[in-house]
């Protein structure tokens, strides 16, 4: 019997500092480091994953991309092709949600019909969770898209947000 | 040395790693020995495709396609990082590129990797740096205390004030700011800018009362070398020196009116050209305007176009004067006691009841800025751990020309008391003389005597 792996590009978006970088060692690496590295240009991780209604195999390629300060064709060219974007806010920052650093109708003018996921990341440095999780609904609901809370730190949601990706893409919703 | 030898020897010496693929996408030559680490892990250089050598292809079918056919000539990836065997961060710039086979004839992708490894080491160095103190930044600015600490007080009106910067500091909208003189226009307008995502970029005040109506243009709008005579290079205007952050015009109620229709011009279009140039500059400026005038009663005067008026006046906010703010008055003087304890007398320590008393009994027409002086004339002459009442200097700025305001102090007045005072005052630099009285309070002299009887006053006693 012959498997379909569908191959797809997705780009982690979100401000300086939100946790791309460590959302994607942890779910590839399985690895979380306190210390802060900023990223420069784009880091590609590959994982493979299944859609966990359809079974359908994923083989995914990440790019982890720097913040964006200035969105110029060399930028572009990273959003080409992407089938999916995470983004990524830093719950313990209002900063990280202000729409123009994260660059999300670049994004989607680029690649339209490509899914969205929001992540509210650095769970782990919050009290309380009630408030942080309706702003981030209602940030991610102004696209119509899915989010939820994770912590690179703790692992906390960090599967579940690439399988909310994996289900997102149109092979995984046409069966 | 044959061409093959020489063009290996160029690659490796200049840091260059090349794949070419044929019509198929399939590897038919490579040379990677100069940026080793740049192939994936585990897999082999030869009997690749195009799509295992490089995965930042994957979702770009369409432009491989399109290089295939020639309709694209290059495209270009900049800066993908690659992890080394030695755990550390390699950069390198990728261009895809039509290729033409003489032997078949058939066309294909060449893809040239040129390490950028140093130049990026040094750009991620100066960029961690600032991030990092970004980050700091935008932490602070995001914890529930911030805000308290920025704009202290309880009263009811700082409170409001604190609700409208949270409720705009997210926004792109002009912002008004209103009130007295001292009532912390500027630390508000700081404060926008520091909670809003435009924080990173410059925060430009310019106090348009300071400079000469004659430089205000060239000071704003920059010129061009050879503008006016001693334009001797090109020169960035402070709204240039804004760009992608707030810009900040206090006292923006004394800008000539020869130059509001150039700022309304800006305002409208986003865009303007400096002194001498024809070209057009377009910049991304959020603007806080402030003015301890009534600009409606400007507009009414013509002293201020109406058209900015209204095209600045998009959200305001007026700032409360210190009167207003009841025991506040105590909580600002204990925090510049704080901020001035090191600085000028280690000794003082806080305020005796006295001096609380005092400080709350005055009406404060310099506002914050007045309680701050107040305040360090006070810790320099105190001679205990606590201010005195007798360490307050309180005065009364001179009256302007025409100047007839009267400011109820919070504490509120005792008209009747005062009216004493002064009847007694007139009559004592009078000598007594009723009708000389009468006329310094500007009174007629039967009001004067009516008034006199009511407190049971004898001028005679001041004779």
Redesign the interface.
Known sequence: MNISVY???ICMLGT??AGKTSLVRRFVHGIFEEK?????????S?KALSDSVTGIQFNL?IWDL??IEKFTA?TR??F????AAIIVLDL???????E??IRIKEFIESNPGAALVFAGNKTDLLDSHEQVESELHAFAARWQAPAVLTSAKTGENVESLFELVVAAMPEAKKR | MNTKNILSTVIRETSVAYALFDHRLQLTSSDFTSLPWFLPEGCPAEASDI?TLF?????????VDSLLAKRKKR?????????GPDDR?Y?ADLQFMAYSFQQPASRGVLVLIFDRTSQ?AA??QL??QY??L??LR??L??QPGFLSNAILGASPAVQEVRAFIERIA?HNTTVLLQGETGTGKSLVARVIHN???R?AKPFVEINCAAIPDTLMESELFGYKKGAFTNAQSDKKGLIEEANGGTLFLDEIGEMPLSLQAKLLTFLEQKAFRSLGSTDEKRVDVRLIAATNRDLGRAVAHNDFRQDLFYRINVVSCTLPPLREMGDDVLLLAEHFIELLHFEVNEKVTGLSPSARAKLLSWHWPGNVRELRNVIERAMIFARRDKIEASDLLLSLPPAPAGGDDFILPATGFSLEEHERKLLEQALKHCRGVQSAAAARLGLSLDTFRYRIKKYDLNPRDYS
């Open positions: 191959s797809k590009k300086f500092g802060y590295l900023s990223t420069i240009g784009v880091h590609l590959h390629i720097a913040h060399a060219n990273y080409r092709g992407a089938a313990t920052r209002e900063s990280s949600f202000a123009k650093q | 799509w995965p930042e292809l994957v979702g770009s079918e369409p432009l495209f270009v990836l900049e800066k993908i990082n690659k992890l961060l950069y990026v750009e991620q960029q961690q991030y990092e970004q980050l935008s932490r600015a995001s997210n909670i809003s995502p924080s």
